[in-house]
Nanobody, 117 residues
Framework: QVQLVESGGGLVQAGGSLRLSCAAS????????MGWYRQAPGKQRELVAK???????KYGDSVKGRFTISRDSARNTVYLQMNSLKPEDTAVYYC???????????WGQGTQVTVSS
């Protein structure tokens, strides 16, 4: 059974930091790219960051230099360290898994991140 379980969302002031975690079932994690997407109200879901099984990474333009994605194979977990948060980072953040060069195959349930000004 495929499972992606996010945690770590919450309310933070602008300029603050949060770390999101996504625990994946082993069959999903190994060999798949893992990623984070977000969707704000009234907007399309967008890529935040993704990381391949060989640790290649890609970031959305709006988060470059502020967010860092990483993965821990021993824990089947992917992380998103978010620094210098801005109100426009407010969204539901979704963990994903799949092929690096195509749309994700699997999604988590999402975790809310709210950044107050």
């Amino acid at each position: 059974q495929v499972q992606l379980v996010e945690s770590g969302g919450g309310l933070v002031q602008a300029g603050g930091s949060l770390r999101l975690s996504c625990a994946a079932s082993g069959s999903v994690f190994s060999g798949n790219a893992m990623g984070w997407y977000r969707q704000a109200p009234g907007k399309q879901r967008e890529l935040v960051a993704k990381i391949s099984s060989s640790l290649s990474t890609k970031y959305g333009d709006s988060v470059k230099g502020r967010f860092t994605i990483s993965r821990d194979s021993a824990r089947n977990t992917v992380y998103l360290q978010m620094n210098s948060l801005k109100p426009e980072d407010t969204a539901v953040y979704y963990c994903s898994a799949g092929y690096y060069y195509s749309d994700p195959r699997y999604w988590g349930q999402g975790t809310q991140v709210t950044v107050s000004s």
